[in-house]
């Protein structure tokens, strides 16, 4: 892991054009003041060593620069920093020797290939990059080559201006410089991808020249082809982490720490302008989504390169969702597939070729699940390590010839050939098939908002869990719910009445009610007067045998009408029923969005949010219609009211907070069977429906915390 240490957040003397931390920028979340000896406190609990950046972090004073430099070394040994180079003197030189530091510089090549790197003119731009150079030449000069990272745009890398910038590379590997990062750009909007994004041809060939030039000058390392070989000889090792399933929430290989010691991921992935802190475990629901979603709809499945590329870095990921794969997709494809025939060529037999691979995939896989990322050097079997020996290809496998796209796996035709003639709107809704285990993880705007909130929404639940069912058995006839086996019995204590609890077998159920979560773990009960829990059980819903799936819609909304919902909620969760849609957060938006479109904007009361539902937070037991449906606002004031009643003095302080909590404005979204909620205080993910197409909808609250991080986008 790498403690990136931003002293001064994102500040810099430079404003690079495409530079990924403008959104932080923009956003005006940073605080560029510093503490030594908090900044030291906080990598040594991450563990060290760290990793000096911004920003520009040449920006500090120079006697603070020192003493960290002096403290890395003594603490951990070593020492690094990345820098554009600008600002860097022959002071700085003699301390980097001093301290033993390991310097990066990002900097896209000489004059003009330089100039989105912007200094706010073109005269203090070109000034700047010279600066860089020479910073360059004299580092090389006295024996500390740094190592170079660049970006590939249209300024350096266009046919017409890829000459100059392979010259330039030799030029600085004659000059001693030996390690090379090469960047396709992260676009985070479409004005620099109209100025500076290449097309995939572009990108292609560019990428192509460097493997070539990686050849000819075995001096320097080169990342991206040296990065390809390793991972389709199944050495993962020494490969970065956009190889290795980043998880978004918890950016395993990565820890930011800013000049308050305050603790947050890779900025990378950071697409609202804040920083978000690391849940307490990662998860690999992206991966599991890409490994089963068509690559029609910006999966994986099918890939042979998925098991070394797994979707690429979620930072740039396609309309900058990090639930899609990469939008370098084709680019990264062709490119294995050209060093997978070279590979061939040379007697190997890479790990996408090989007869193990779908094995290999299923193993990951597995791995995933259990909240444990994969290794291809550590976890596959030594003896059959295809990096261990030159044993030749099998001869049923088909190899590429350098240059042409890989072949394309087989899909659903359906996904291709019948899209052309669906509705927007089934496209919207258009379901995938697969299932991805239960999950729920979530993501703070900051350590300070987990310390004040995390204990009201714990106790909230621990609240309603104790109360809600108290309650509701006064406003619902019966309850059916799902829960853990083990608590079963402190269920029936909690009703503290007479009712009969019956446990439903789930193969009768799972059609005719939609649940909030879909965990496998749970069962399902009945709870009410004994009259009615069987006159319950006699609807025909429940009569029908598990095998007979003919279930009208008046029959079901009976059924949901007999629980105690409202006759508009009860006919609107059996049309979901039939028309197989588990999902229920858009539908319910969309009374008020008869336009269409896969963005739902909605003003709804406090009452029938059910966003929060995974967390227990909610006043509706079932699902109301709309946002404004009048029976569901009534019952959940009714709700509100009711546990007012039964609760403890010490307890109205939580039910305020409840009531303001339901009342921020959210921003729900799901995709590839993830859904994501954006609150102003925190971000939240858990499995649902897998949908092809992202579906959106914007909860406009009636209040907002005073105390949320300032943002982007909705609802920050």
């Not at 024996?143 to 010259?167: G, K, V, Y």
């Not at 190889?243 to 305050?262: F, I, L, M, S």
């Not at 068509?294 to 639930?323: E, I, N, S, Y």
């Not at 042409?404 to 098939?433: C, F, I, W, Y």
């Amino acid at each position: 892991m790498s403690v990136e240490l931003r002293p001064l957040g994102v500040k810099c003397n430079l404003a690079c054009q495409y530079c990924y931390q403008n959104i932080h920028r923009n956003a005006a979340n940073e605080c560029p003041r510093y503490d030594l000896d908090a900044m030291k406190q906080a990598v040594c609990e991450e563990g060290g060593p760290f990793h000096l950046f911004g920003g520009e972090p040449l920006l500090m004073k120079f006697a603070d620069l020192a003493e960290m430099f002096r403290w890395g070394l003594e603490t951990f040994g070593e020492n690094s920093i990345q820098t554009n180079g600008a600002l860097i003197t022959q002071k700085h030189i003699d301390l980097f020797r001093q301290y033993d530091v390991m310097v990066g510089v990002s900097v896209d090549g000489p004059g003009e290939l330089n100039d989105a790197r912007w200094a706010g003119t073109l005269e203090k731009t070109r000034a700047a990059t010279e600066k860089t150079q020479a910073a360059i030449r004299m580092m090389c000069a006295r024996h500390l080559a740094p190592a170079l990272m660049l970006q590939l745009t249209r300024c350096n890398a266009t046919a017409r201006r890829l000459p100059r910038l392979l010259a330039w590379i030799r030029e600085m590997a004659a000059l001693g410089v030996c390690s090379m990062r090469v960047h396709l750009l992260e676009m985070e909007n479409s004005r620099v991808r109209e100025k500076y994004g290449l097309s995939t041809e572009e990108n292609l060939y560019a990428l192509e020249q460097f493997t070539a030039l990686d050849r000819q000058l075995p001096g320097l390392r080169i990342d991206i082809p040296a990065d390809l070989r390793a991972l389709l000889l199944g050495d993962d090792s020494e490969v970065p982490c956009v190889w290795r399933a980043c998880d978004p929430y918890t950016t395993e290989a990565v820890t930011g720490v800013n000049g308050e010691g305050r603790r947050h991921n890779c900025g990378l992935t950071d697409k609202e302008g804040i920083h978000f802190q690391k849940p307490d475990r990662q998860g690999f629901e992206r991966y599991l989504a890409l490994y089963h979603t068509p690559q029609a709809h910006h999966g994986c499945k099918g890939c042979r390169f998925f098991l070394v590329c797994k979707g690429q870095c979620p930072g740039t990921a396609v309309d900058r969702d990090w639930r899609n794969r990469t939008e370098y997709c084709e680019v990264w494809k062709r490119l294995f597939s050209q060093i997978e025939s070279r590979l061939a060529g040379e007697g190997y037999t890479p790990v996408s070729l090989h007869p193990l691979r779908e094995q290999w995939e299923q193993e990951m896989r597995y791995a995933w699940q259990c909240n444990d990322n994969y290794s291809l050097k550590h976890d596959l079997k030594a003896d059959e390590h295809v990096s261990a020996s030159q044993r030749r290809n099998p001869p049923e496998m088909v190899m590429c010839r350098s240059g042409d796209p890989p072949p394309e796996p087989q899909t659903d035709g359906k996904d291709m050939s019948e899209r052309s003639s669906e509705r927007p709107e089934d496209r919207l809704v258009k379901t995938l098939d697969f299932e991805l285990p239960a999950f729920r993880r979530i993501t703070w705007v900051s350590a300070e908002m987990r310390a004040t909130w995390e204990p009201v929404i714990t106790g909230l639940g621990e609240l309603l869990r104790e109360y809600l069912p108290v309650v509701w058995r006064r406003l619902y006839p019966l309850q059916l719910c799902r829960l853990y086996p083990h608590k079963l019995s402190r269920f029936k204590h909690r009703l503290n009445t007479a009712a009969t609890v019956l446990e439903i077998p789930d193969e009768l159920l799972n059609r005719c009610l939609p649940g909030f979560d879909f965990d496998d773990r749970k069962i399902t009960v009945l709870a009410g007067a004994e009259e009615e829990a069987q006159r319950f059980m006699a609807l025909p819903a429940l009569s029908l045998s598990s095998e007979d799936t003919a279930v009208s819609g008046e029959t079901l909304a009976a059924l949901h009408r007999a629980l105690g919902a409202p006759g508009c909620c009860s006919r609107f969760t059996a049309r979901l029923l039939k028309d197989g849609r588990r999902e229920s957060i858009r539908p319910m938006a969309e009374p008020e969005n008869a336009g269409g479109g896969s963005l739902r904007q909605v003003a709804g009361h406090f009452t029938t949010n059910i966003f929060l539902a995974p967390m227990g937070l909610r006043l509706l037991r079932h699902l109301p219609c709309s946002p404004r449906c009048k029976g569901s606002i009534a019952l959940g004031k009714a709700t509100l009211a009711g546990l007012r009643d039964v609760c403890a003095h010490n307890k109205q302080p939580l039910l305020d907070r409840l009531q303001e909590i339901l009342s921020w404005s959210y921003n729900w979204s799901s995709l590839h069977g993830i859904a994501e909620l954006k609150s102003p205080i925190f971000k939240m993910i858990v499995n649902s429906q897998p949908l092809a197409h992202k579906v959106q909808v914007h909860w406009q609250g009636s209040r907002e915390p005073a105390t949320g991080r300032k943002g982007l986008e909705f609802p920050y």
